[in-house]
C-alpha cells in the first residue's frame, strides 16, 4: 500500500510538472491581445481566434504499475455496493459548555419541568373562529386571462 501510495504521487508531481512546463512554453508563443492598425489600439480576440491544446501524452515510467496491484484488481469495484438505507445514523448530543454555573442565576429550588403534565388537555376546549378576509385590492388584476383555478 505505500507502494501505490508512493508512486501516485510520483505520478501526480511528474503529471504537473510536465503540464506546466507545456503551459509556459505555449502561454510564451501565444499572445491573448491583437494590436490593431495602431500600437496603441488594442482589442480583445475573438474566441475563435484563440488556439486550445489538448496534452494527451502517454508517460513511460519504466515499469510496469501493475506489477503493484493485487490481481484481478478493479478501481471501480463495489463502487455503488453500498446500501444507504441499512447504514444507522446516530446523532451525538451536542454538549454546551457555559464556562459558569447556572445554578447561581435562577432561583432555588427550581425544576424546569415543575407543572408540565398539571394541564389536562380534554377539559379545555377548544373554540375555532370563523372571518372572513378582505383585502384591499382585486385579485383578477394579478391573474392571468381566463384564469379557472378548478382546472
Same mark, same amino acid.
Request: glycine share 2%; charged share 25%.
Given at each position: 500500500?505505500?507502494?501505490?501510495?508512493?508512486?501516485?504521487?510520483?505520478? *501526480?508531481?511528474?503529471?504537473?510538472?510536465?503540464?506546466? %512546463?507545456?503551459?509556459?512554453e505555449k502561454k510564451s508563443s501565444i499572445s491573448l491581445v491583437v494590436t490593431?492598425?495602431?500600437?496603441?489600439?488594442?482589442?480583445?480576440?475573438?474566441?475563435?481566434?484563440?488556439?486550445?491544446?489538448?496534452?494527451k501524452e502517454q508517460i513511460d515510467l519504466g515499469f510496469d504499475v501493475n506489477?503493484?496491484?493485487?490481481?484481478?484488481?478493479?478501481?471501480?469495484?463495489?463502487?455503488?455496493?453500498?446500501?444507504?438505507?441499512?447504514?444507522?445514523?446516530?446523532?451525538?448530543?451536542?454538549?454546551?459548555?457555559?464556562?459558569?454555573?447556572?445554578?447561581?442565576?435562577?432561583?432555588?429550588?427550581? %425544576?424546569p419541568l415543575k407543572g408540565k403534565n398539571d394541564i389536562d388537555w380534554d377539559?379545555?376546549? *377548544?373554540?375555532?373562529?370563523?372571518?372572513?378576509?378582505?383585502?384591499?385590492?382585486?385579485?383578477?388584476?394579478?391573474?392571468?386571462?381566463?384564469?379557472?383555478?378548478?382546472?
Amino acid at each position: 500500500m505505500k507502494h501505490l501510495l508512493v508512486l501516485s504521487s510520483f505520478l *501526480l508531481t511528474l503529471t504537473t510538472t510536465v503540464a506546466s %512546463n507545456f503551459i509556459s512554453e505555449k502561454k510564451s508563443s501565444i499572445s491573448l491581445v491583437v494590436t490593431s492598425k495602431s500600437e496603441t489600439e488594442k482589442t480583445v480576440p475573438k474566441i475563435q481566434e484563440i488556439q486550445v491544446f489538448n496534452v494527451k501524452e502517454q508517460i513511460d515510467l519504466g515499469f510496469d504499475v501493475n506489477q503493484y496491484l493485487p490481481e484481478n484488481f478493479n478501481p471501480l469495484a463495489g463502487k455503488n455496493d453500498l446500501n444507504w438505507n441499512n447504514i444507522l445514523i446516530i446523532e451525538t448530543p451536542v454538549v454546551v459548555n457555559l464556562d459558569f454555573d447556572i445554578k447561581f442565576y435562577l432561583p432555588k429550588n427550581f %425544576n424546569p419541568l415543575k407543572g408540565k403534565n398539571d394541564i389536562d388537555w380534554d377539559n379545555i376546549e *377548544l373554540i375555532e373562529i370563523e372571518e372572513e378576509l378582505h383585502f384591499n385590492f382585486n385579485v383578477n388584476a394579478y391573474l392571468p386571462k381566463d384564469f379557472n383555478p378548478n382546472k
